[in-house]
């Protein structure tokens, strides 16, 4: 019997992509959450200026793109799903690739990398509703270990730089957000 082996040169192309959702939390000023991934939070982690991102999590089988949206959101941020506004979705799935060294450590090197589902969101209650140290009221192992606003143009300076096409994207489509606090 021959076992097959991913090699870092194998791109990995027949790997299929994890279904997941991405969330652009945006305060009524117009600042975009974003949490600075926690050492232990996963192999995507990277030092330096590439540690923050927005929440994003995976799709269960069966599961509305946006209910698992606002159930990501609750889970990484403990905002509930009452306290956010949908602003946007964008409509087609942005995927990217993980490196080869992160793919194989990364969901047990089942997948390429993620297919993702955007969605703005504006926070309705107050930023003390953000509670990165207990996420999910508690319920769930923080992911981020620190959080701030950032503007939207920055955020693709911010993530590691195998997802920096898909959140200059991001940035493209919600970039006419930040006001929405302020329109009728």
């Not at 600042?31 to 200026?49: L, N, Q, T, Y």
């Not at 995976?58 to 793109?65: A, L, M, R, T, Y």
């Not at 949908?86 to 090197?109: H, S, T």
Request: hydrophobic share 40%; net charge negative; proline share 11%.
């Amino acid at each position: 019997m021959v076992l097959a082996m991913m090699t870092d040169s194998d791109p990995g192309d027949a790997l299929p992509y994890r279904p997941c959702v991405g969330i652009a939390l945006i305060a009524p000023s117009g600042g975009v959450f974003v949490g600075r991934r926690s050492k232990d939070a996963g192999p995507e982690h990277v030092a330096g200026p590439h540690m923050w991102q927005m929440p994003q999590g995976g799709i269960d089988p069966g599961e509305d793109p946006e209910v698992a949206a606002r159930r990501e959101l609750f889970e990484e941020t403990n905002v509930p799903p009452e306290a956010v506004k949908l602003l946007a979705e964008i409509p087609d799935w942005l995927a990217y690739d993980l490196p080869p060294a992160v793919r194989k450590q990364a969901w047990k090197g089942c997948y390429r990398g993620q297919s993702q589902k955007w969605f703005a969101y504006g926070l309705l209650g107050s930023e003390d509703l953000i509670d990165v140290q207990r996420p999910g009221g508690g319920a769930h192992k923080p992911e981020f270990d620190a959080w701030r606003w950032a503007r939207i143009s920055e955020l693709p300076d911010l993530i590691v730089p195998f997802k920096r096409p898909v959140y200059e994207s991001v940035a493209a489509a919600f970039s006419g957000l930040e006001s929405w606090a302020s329109r009728p």
